[in-house]
């Protein structure tokens, strides 16, 4: 075998050698021979003799040279684990900091006011990625919102309606009403870096309302209109809901005043036997699946050219909700969204 200069070989490779040495070792042949096989002194291939006994192949790898990573942090592992703990589900207003968002410099304060430490908004960058922690669009939530109520309705409400829903043979409806403007705009549109892309619509601003269903099985009824919904309209709709329907409606609204109308909810008591109202705790849109419909909806009509009066946007309207109302797979998928699991 050709003598080879152990200085010039890698970690990697003076780890096999190390242990081609044990081998051979083992295999009756001197440690002097192997020694001058491998470039080495003897007492070399004694001491890893010694290192294999003691600790099998684990101790003939190379330990790392110079200052371990965790000696080079400013903040401790403890430390780290604290300020995740704390910037996780809450915002930097919720522990009195002049941020609405947590960027790299609300988290370098945080870190300054809890523990002294300053860190670079750079160095500060490189700890908040090894955490895996990534900027993202946040989500909006009231700050009205109870979340005791909303668990309340989670673990013991729903399920209380949906049993009673069972037992009735009813249907779960969730209810909701929208608006689109000519004006609005959903969809991202590609564009040379620095260039925003400018999409144009009409200088005259029109709009059309919509009220609308959705159940779990893909089911989709909506009314359009025009001018503010009141409970007229509300009625309207809600009669179309039960007209020429077997089945029992629950429909599940949010807070909107007119639901909690006299008017309303006198109609609806005289019409107990096909149609009751529930409502969602309040400002919790995020737990009604109608509000991802009207995402759907807003996003579809983004992708469509400007309507140049109120006629071409309702149809569009119109358009994107029927071929909603024959596609039940597409509606059945807002029923995955974490928010609405409980749902499905």
């Known amino acids: 075998m050709e003598k080879t200069d152990f200085r010039k070989l890698t970690s990697s490779e003076r780890y096999q050698f190390r242990k081609r040495a044990v081998t051979l070792v083992k295999s009756g042949k001197k440690q002097k021979e192997i020694a001058s096989l491998f470039g080495v002194r003897p007492a070399t291939v004694s001491s890893w003799m010694k290192s294999y006994k003691l600790d099998g192949n684990k101790a003939l790898k190379e330990n790392t040279r ?12 403890a430390q780290e684990k604290e300020i995740q703990k704390m910037i996780i589900d809450v915002m930097p207003d919720q522990l009195k900091l002049d941020y609405a968002l947590w960027t790299r410099k609300a988290v370098k304060e945080l870190v300054e006011r809890e523990f002294g430490v300053v860190l670079a908004v750079n160095t ?13 669009k946040p989500k909006k939530r ?6 005791k109520k909303v668990q309340k309705w989670l673990d013991e409400e729903y399920p209380a309606i949906k049993e009673r829903a069972k037992k009735e043979s009813a249907e779960i409806q969730w209810g909701d009403e929208t608006g689109v403007r000519n004006s609005n705009q959903h969809g991202r549109s590609y564009a ?25 099985q893909g089911q989709v009824r909506f009314m359009l209109y025009t001018g503010s919904m009141n409970a007229d309209r509300c009625i309207e709709f809600m009669s179309k809901l039960i007209e020429n329907k077997e089945q029992k409606v629950y429909l599940i609204l949010d807070n909107l005043r007119v639901y909690h109308s006299k008017i309303v909810k006198q109609w609806a008591e005289e019409n107990k036997e096909k149609i009751e109202l529930f409502y969602l705790p309040s400002y919790s849109p995020e737990k009604n699946p109608d509000e991802y419909l009207n995402c759907d909806l ?21 358009n994107h909700m029927n071929m909603l109302s024959q596609n039940s797979e597409r509606v059945k998928k807002y029923f995955h969204h974490h928010d609405i699991k409980y749902l499905a």
């Open 66 to 77: 110079g200052v371990k990573s965790e000696d080079k942090k400013l903040l401790s592992t």
């Open 124 to 136: 500060m960058g490189d700890y908040l990625r090894s955490w895996g922690f990534t900027p993202q």
């Open 142 to 147: 009231a700050y009205e919102q109870c979340h």
């Open 192 to 216: 040379p870096k620095g260039k925003t892309p400018v999409k144009k619509h009409k200088a005259q601003r029109f709009s059309v309302n919509m009220f609308s269903t959705v159940t779990n």
């Open 298 to 318: 807003k996003y579809g009509l983004s992708e469509k050219p400007a309507p140049k009066n109120q006629k071409q946007l309702q149809d569009n309207i119109e």
